[in-house]
């Protein structure tokens, strides 16, 4: 069976891939989940900063005040989508047959596919990114900082699959506190950079943890993983929505 290895690829499809490695996890959907929280986020932001504007050009209080409360029901909606991922994935690291399911997963490798050591498949999943960021429209800051944050995430991935799914819980947990900040998305400062880093280290999150099981699924680290890397580049690029300096 040969690999048929794709160059472009949709956001969609980068989620879809990522669905389909935390299925094997049996924790389905968790990628799009993740995305409709980042969808609410973006959204939420998008109507704070109408309502600043209506408020500086002086339109009513009562106009600004609509989107004041578009921003409250889409944080509403993404606080919602987190908290459920979160309890999700503790519940299931928790459950008796996780470590089982690990176990068994290491030893189905296809017969005549290497098993994969974490520290290599981190070590290419670091080089990938830096690849893909230098040829991305990311700012250079905003590319260096992404960077150390895919870095950071990497060294939890070098415990295997059981470290990245819980780097995945710590994430979510800050991304919720910081999104619930009353000065979310308001001031031009620490609190916004706080939410950009968050937003970036929750998506990082996701990704390891399913790259990690991508390489125990045939043909997917070989053939689709350096598309996937692309697309998620472009991915986590919309935490640039959050305002900062």
Request: aromatic residues 6%.
């Amino acid at each position: 069976m040969g690999c048929e290895c794709v160059n472009g690829v949709s956001n969609r499809t980068t989620v879809d891939a990522m669905d389909r490695s935390f299925e094997l996890l049996g924790i389905p959907g968790t990628a799009t989940l993740f995305q409709g929280a980042c969808e609410g986020t973006a959204r939420s932001l998008q109507a704070i900063e109408r309502s600043d504007r209506a408020r500086a050009l002086g339109y009513p209080d009562a106009f600004a005040d609509e989107f004041r409360a578009d921003a409250l029901r889409y944080r509403t909606i993404a606080v919602r989508g987190i908290r459920s991922l979160r309890a999700t994935v503790e519940t299931r690291l928790r459950q008796p047959e996780w470590d089982r399911l690990v176990e068994s997963l290491a030893s189905q490798v296809p017969e005549g596919q290497e098993p994969a050591e974490p520290d290599a498949m981190m070590d290419e999943l670091v080089a990938e990114a830096r690849k893909q960021l230098l040829e991305s429209s990311l700012r250079a800051g905003d590319a260096a900082e992404t960077l150390e944050v895919i870095q950071a995430a990497a060294e939890v991935g070098r415990g295997g699959i059981t470290a990245a799914m819980e780097n995945i819980v710590r994430a979510l947990a800050n991304f919720e506190e910081v999104i619930l900040r009353d000065t979310f998305g308001r001031e031009p400062a620490s609190p916004s950079m706080a939410g950009y880093i968050a937003c970036t280290q929750a998506a990082v999150s996701v990704f390891i943890a399913a790259a990690t099981t991508c390489a125990l699924i045939p043909f997917c680290w070989c053939c689709f993983f350096g598309g996937i890397m692309a697309a998620f580049v472009a991915w986590i690029a919309a935490c640039e929505l959050i305002p900062r300096d």
